[in-house]
């Protein structure tokens, strides 16, 4: 009987089915990447420290029950209010806490209305995300910003050109291998992506070029961006690394003083730029490693946008050479007398 009461006493306890739906669910079950597995990790590592701080009790003593819809509404209000987060952070970090719900809901019948009310939380409404992205002249003047005669300018020039030729994301880049690329006379690079879904990118003549300077003496299993020391540029780095080119050159480049630049800017600009080249649509979506073409047609839509708003112009401009000589007065009177 106390064996019994035991089993059912862990059932209630909110620790273990935290394990079992880190360790099981998402590695074993569904594969999450790395980062989606972090990302709901850390989802429930600020969630358990609120808890804890909520009702002063031991983390290993909270009951599933103790994450209740009250609770969890004041933890996303502590999100945004305290920890300064934006909507779409607030989003995901809900997202992570549904899927918690769903999976203890789906093993724990007795839970089942618990995960119902819990999932019934609804996201907030985001605005749409703008598209930001670089003109040709400001792309070209970020990749002339590192000085190629240093080994880290060079470096450095070659991780944009790479960045640009591939739309790839920053995460994507830090774990390119020397064995991903193929620089003969179809330059390629395999490139590992969201979802471990492995793509294939086209390198141009060039970016193969400065490359294979970078690569001299290295080994199939080194990666490819390094830093001084030779350990791996990580997704934070790069981050930076292209951040500071952008600031330093929106000093002499008056268009890019009002925006600031990331790798995401960079890869929205190769997406624009190959739309504007004639790529189709389906290659872009290929060439970015998107799943769903919908994704890829925003980069269509901004095109749209950019075509129909110089149209209008010239529309514009044409109804002010076409317009008669006689006032708007003048006419209101004879279109009254009509």
């Known amino acids: 009987m106390q064996m019994w009461r035991d089993a059912m006493h862990n059932r209630l306890l909110l ?23 972090t990302s709901y990790r850390d989802t429930l590592v600020l969630l358990l420290q609120f808890i804890h701080s909520y009702y002063k009790r031991p983390l290993e003593r909270l009951l599933i029950e103790d994450v209740s819809p009250e609770i969890v509404r004041m933890f996303l209000a502590d999100i945004e209010s305290v920890r300064s987060c934006s909507v779409a952070t607030r989003n995901q970090r809900l997202a992570a806490i549904h899927s918690l719900a769903r999976f203890i809901g789906l093993h724990s019948p007795e839970h089942l209305a618990w995960g119902i009310e819990l999932r019934a939380i609804p996201f907030k409404k985001t605005a749409e995300p703008t598209v930001g992205y670089l003109e040709k002249s400001d792309m070209d003047a970020v990749l002339q910003f590192f000085n190629r005669k240093t080994l880290l300018g060079y470096r450095n020039h070659a991780l944009l050109l790479f960045l640009y030729n591939t739309g790839a994301r920053a995460d994507e880049a830090a774990h390119v ?18 979802g471990d879904k492995i793509r294939i990118c086209p390198l141009w003549p060039h970016t193969a070029d400065i490359l294979k300077h970078l690569v001299i003496k290295c080994a199939d299993d080194d990666h490819l961006f390094r830093n001084a020391r030779g350990t791996p540029l990580t997704r934070f780095g790069i981050y930076r690394l292209v951040q500071k080119a952008g600031a330093s050159v929106s000093s002499s480049v008056l268009t ?50 950019m075509k129909a708003k110089a149209l209008a112009h010239c529309e514009i401009e044409a109804e002010k050479r076409s317009r008669p000589w006689r006032s708007d007065t003048t006419l209101m009177a004879f279109l009254k007398a009509l």
């Open 15 to 37: 620790g273990p089915w935290i394990r079992r739906f880190l360790l099981e669910h998402l590695i074993a079950e569904r594969n999450l990447s790395h980062n989606t597995q």
């Open 177 to 194: 291998y020397v064995a991903d690329l193929a620089l003969g006379r179809s330059p390629s690079v395999r490139i590992h992506g969201k």
């Open 256 to 305: 890019l003083r009002s925006r600031g630049i990331s790798p995401h800017i960079i890869r929205h600009t190769t997406a624009v730029h190959l739309l504007r080249a004639g790529v189709d649509i389906n290659t872009i979506r290929a060439w970015l490693g998107h799943v769903s073409i919908d994704t890829t047609n925003i980069y269509a839509e901004v095109d749209l946008e």
